[in-house]
């Protein structure tokens, strides 16, 4: 059966592939990556995959595959989607991997394309990553003076992985891409600011309403299970 | 060392919290911070939830057929050539 994807289509994200420059971006998480690149036994299977060795893209791909696989999940939440955006960034890497030249791990690189990936489709649906009327306009719990704590719900210091999980799900797509992107990722504001097109201080806004948000999700999340 | 104003409101500490929290300056010597016991509480959660995050999260493994649909994507790119 033939591949049922239009020609269109496939032009269309070989655009977009040239179109999203893959950037020197070291995230705090890159020490494996850092290590990938001092490692010969990497090195070459990379030489290898650059020249064409498919056996050698596939072991590439066994490397890799949960980091790439576990970020799209984290910045889509949706299962299915981050199988397709895995599968984009790995194509994208097959047709750009020649291109790799070694001046940053290659692991740095092969993330920021898979963020690349991802970042493309938000914006293809329609997301507003940093929409100025959301930075501008307080959310409903930042109005009227509402300040926030009290000192009985306190987090109690240790938060369940899975309530954690939950609540990052439950974010509005744009929050929960700076979030993942900084406290999960680990990449700083400005790193932020240039992926997304942004300001620093969006970055810094947008992240802190995002980390309220989950505090008021953690908290009720006892309530919530005890209702269950 | 940052000279902080010292008689804020919660309100306005807590608007100025996304910067003081994104800039390196400790932000839990702020005279705010040592005389409020709210906003002593919100930042003391809001670190919680920035350090769970870092460590909480396992990697995920993506289900095996994925790699069998990259590498037919792939084939197809190639104008159906066998990989080699």
Request: proline content about 5%; overall charge negative; charged content about 25%.
């Amino acid at each position: 059966m033939d591949d049922p994807t239009p020609q269109a289509a496939e032009a269309e994200r070989r655009q977009a592939a040239e179109e999203a420059p893959v950037a020197d971006l070291k995230p705090r998480s890159a020490g494996l990556a850092r290590a990938a690149l001092t490692n010969p036994m990497e090195a070459d299977v990379l030489a290898r995959a650059q020249a064409g060795d498919h056996h050698a893209f596939a072991q590439l791909y066994s490397l890799h595959k949960r980091r790439i696989y576990s970020l799209c999940l984290r910045m889509v939440g949706n299962i299915a989607e981050a199988e397709d955006l895995t599968q984009e960034a790995f194509l994208q890497l097959h047709r750009k991997i020649a291109t790799f030249r070694g001046d940053s791990a290659f692991s740095t690189w092969l993330h920021r394309l898979a963020i690349n990936v991802v970042l493309m489709q938000l914006r293809k649906r329609g997301l507003q990553v940093i929409s100025l009327d959301e930075a501008m306009e307080p959310a409903p719990e930042e109005r009227a003076g509402r300040s926030f704590g009290a000192a009985d719900l306190t987090l109690a210091g240790a938060i369940d992985r899975m309530a954690l999980e939950h609540a990052v799900n439950d974010l509005p797509a744009g929050y929960r891409l700076i979030f993942v992107l900084h406290d999960i990722e680990g990449y700083e504001h400005n790193e932020i600011a240039s992926m997304l097109d942004c300001s620093i201080g969006n970055s810094k806004s947008q992240l802190h309403k995002a980390r309220l948000r989950l505090r008021e999700a953690l908290r009720s999340y006892p309530r919530q299970e005890a209702r269950r | 060392m940052t000279e902080y104003p010292n008689n804020l409101s919660c309100t306005a500490f807590q608007a100025q919290l996304p910067e003081l929290i994104g800039s390196s300056q400790n932000v839990a010597e702020h005279p705010h911070i040592e005389s409020c016991e709210l906003c002593r509480a919100l930042l003391a959660d809001l670190e919680t939830i920035a350090e769970a995050a870092r460590q909480l999260f396992p990697v995920v493994e993506p289900p095996e057929k994925l790699w069998e649909q990259i590498e037919l994507a792939i084939k197809q790119e190639q104008g159906g050539s066998v990989l080699e």
